[in-house]
């Protein structure tokens, strides 16, 4: 049976002079939080460059590996 997904607290940055709020799903939360520490940079670093990456793709999904981020 499919699980609803747990939302986590809103996760804000700032990028520039605007600010940002996203909800990440616990699951999400804790991905961003696992890759931030192995990179040794804040949670909004991680995202930003997520978002980043998934702009210069398009529409494909994709996946940051550690060379990447």
Known sequence: MP???TTAAPLAFQDGNSK???RL??????AVSRKAKALGCP????????????CQVG???TVLSDEEA
């Open 3 to 5: 699980t609803k997904p």
């Open 20 to 22: 940002t709020t996203i």
């Open 25 to 30: 799903t616990l699951e999400a939360k804790l």
């Open 43 to 54: 949670e909004a670093e991680v995202i930003r460059r997520a978002i980043d990456s998934y």
């Open 59 to 61: 529409s494909r999904s």
